[in-house]
Every structure is written in C-alpha cells, then in structure tokens.
C-alpha cells in the first residue's frame, strides 16, 4: 500500500481537467482517470506504508499548506512521461506555492523515504490525464499533447492525504478561499 499527499480540485473547475481525461481516455485500452474514482489533483508526495505512516504524511501536508488559502493553477501545455506505459499530464504553469508546499514537505518527511519522483530535485508537478496509453496510440497520444494550445484554469480546493490502489481518502481538508 503506498500513501500519498496532494491538492485536489473538488469546485466546477475541476471539469476542464475532466474534459481532458476523456479525450485523453481514447489513447487507452480502458479509461485510467475516471476509473479511480478520485478528482483531478496534484501529488506532492507518495510514500510507501509502513515506512511512513498517514497520521506522518498527513500532519507534514497540514504544515505545509498551514495560513494558506485555494491555490488557482493555469495549464497551458500536455506533457509526457515515457514510460512505458506513456502517461499524459497537464503541466502547471509554474506557481510558487506549488514549490512552497513541496519544499515544506521535504524539511517535515526525510525525502529518502518518498518516491524518487517525488523528491527534490526530481518532482514535476502536473495533473494526471491519463497513466495507461496504449502501445499502438503512443504517437497518436504524443501528437494530441503537441497540439495542445488551450489556457485553463482549475482551483485547487482540498488537501488531501490518501491510500491506494485502490484511491482511499484517509483525511482531507478544504482550503480557505483567497481573500
């Protein structure tokens, strides 16, 4: 089981997101996004459990996003990781916060105990549109994120610290609105 901490988009917003995730969903064999039951969100962190605990991950996400309010992130641009499987992501424009709470995050948990692409150094925020492309719709997917040229903009809403697979919230908590 591996535990993970992220911002998640609960408002309207979230739709655009969504709206990729469909699209997106036609480059695999079965729809990856819609099948976990979970929104549209960022991940700052995946530890393996029992290495870490949930109260651990969820007390040092609390800390990081302590006095902070909803975060609105613009994306602009579909990235990939090459896998295998390809997976496509929504990059977020790049946003302080975002790297705020990361860094916050790695001074309360020892970066050695998360997921390499999760530490310092190594993290890419973005989005998740779709984890299992299909072989056979790689260049397809590739082609799709290329052509990208869209601007949208998703609030951010709720912390979050969960289980999987499969998606299971162990806390969450809404963020206050921007003032």
Not at 70 to 98: H, N, Y
Not at 123 to 137: E, N, Q, S, V, Y
Not at 146 to 158: K, M, P, Y
Request: charged share 25%.
């Amino acid at each position: 089981m591996a535990i993970a901490i992220n911002i998640r988009a609960d408002g309207s917003s979230a739709s655009e997101i969504e709206r990729l995730w469909d699209q997106v969903a036609a480059f695999e064999n079965e729809p990856s996004m819609r099948s976990l039951g979970y929104r549209p969100h960022l991940t700052f962190a995946i530890y393996d459990a029992p290495e870490i605990d949930e109260s651990t991950a969820w007390e040092a996400m609390l800390r990081a996003v302590n006095g902070e309010a909803q975060l609105r992130v613009a994306f602009k641009r579909i990235g990939w990781f090459a896998g295998p499987p390809l997976v496509l992501w929504a990059e977020p424009v790049s946003d302080p916060a975002l790297a705020r709470w990361h860094a916050a995050i790695s001074e309360s948990i020892d970066p050695a105990h998360c997921r390499p692409h999760y530490r310092p150094g190594a993290w890419t925020p973005h989005c998740t549109l779709g984890m299992r492309i299909a072989d056979a719709k790689r260049d397809e997917a590739i082609a799709f994120a290329r052509s990208f040229d869209r601007n949208i903009s998703v609030l951010f809403d709720v912390v979050d610290c969960v289980s999987f697979p499969p998606v299971r919230v162990i806390a969450e908590r809404r963020l206050p609105p921007v003032r």
